[in-house]
């Protein structure tokens, strides 16, 4: 767990320092509200993190289980029940975050992720503070449920991590993996296209780490071809708000 704490802060830090090439970039890149809400997302996130994923380590090694019939995988191999929870973390995390999009009070929360107007590692962790407990929950849920070990569930989590950080960087792969294999292998070009402005886009490409469930339920949009000029990233009108702002439209609203 405290593995997570210090790779949110060296990444979240790092992300917003590297574009740095004078002390007018410095002042922007540690005043910016985008490192404030990258830095308090990741705050939220970890804290709740540890304190619910203690708790469900608590309950399951007392043997207690939400599901009366589970599947207790903690018989399993360490390696079978890491693979069984990625794969199941990211089809609870791609229905989740569909959810995010189509509901009304959830899109509210999960804009601040997308009000960036250019990415860069530090988006992954640019969350509502509410958002981030939502998305925690399920996750808590699931190992419960399925009596993942708590040690399984934090190096997928590591993983995930990581690929999440990778996903909103501007990392490009090789055409030929981008443009033949991203329905499959998730690159940061695929979710690149669900950042960008529009409707059609932004409601394509959901899930970051399996990009097959996107495939199987006809989300998935191919990435742009490398060089393509004209896209632009972020919520129209919304770029640079902060989590407070965006907190105070959704009391006003609901």
Not at 150 to 167: D, E, F, H, I, M
Not at 231 to 242: A, I, R, S
Request: glycine share 8%; net charge neutral.
């Amino acid at each position: 767990m405290m593995a997570l704490w210090v790779v949110s802060l060296v990444f979240v830090v790092e992300s917003r320092l590297w574009r740095v090439r004078s002390l007018v970039h410095l002042r922007q890149a540690v005043g910016g509200r985008n490192l404030t809400n990258a830095l308090l997302g990741a705050l939220a996130f970890n804290v709740q993190a540890t304190a619910l994923w203690g708790w469900a380590w608590l309950q399951g090694s007392r043997g207690q289980a939400w599901l009366p019939h589970g599947l207790n995988l903690s018989d399993q191999a360490w390696a079978a029940q890491w693979a069984f929870n990625l794969l199941g973390m990211s089809f609870v995390g791609y229905w989740m975050h569909r959810l995010m999009h189509a509901w009304a009070p959830l899109w509210l929360l999960h804009r601040v992720h997308h009000a960036d107007g250019e990415l860069s590692p530090s988006v992954a962790y640019r969350h509502h503070a509410l958002e981030a407990l939502i998305q925690v929950v399920p996750t808590v849920l699931w190992q419960v449920a399925f009596h993942v070990d708590a040690s399984v569930l934090q190096g997928t989590a590591l993983c995930l991590l990581a690929n999440s950080l990778l996903q909103h960087s501007a990392v490009r792969w090789p055409p030929r993996v981008e443009q033949g294999w991203s329905w499959l292998i998730p690159t940061p070009a695929c979710h690149w296209v669900h950042h960008e402005q529009g409707f059609e886009a932004s409601n394509r490409n959901f899930s970051e780490h399996c990009p097959l469930w996107d495939s199987l339920f006809g989300t998935y949009m191919a990435p742009r071809p490398a060089g393509q000029s004209g896209l632009v990233y972020g919520v129209p009108g919304m770029t640079g708000l902060n989590a407070v702002e965006l907190t105070e439209s959704f009391v006003k609203r609901y």
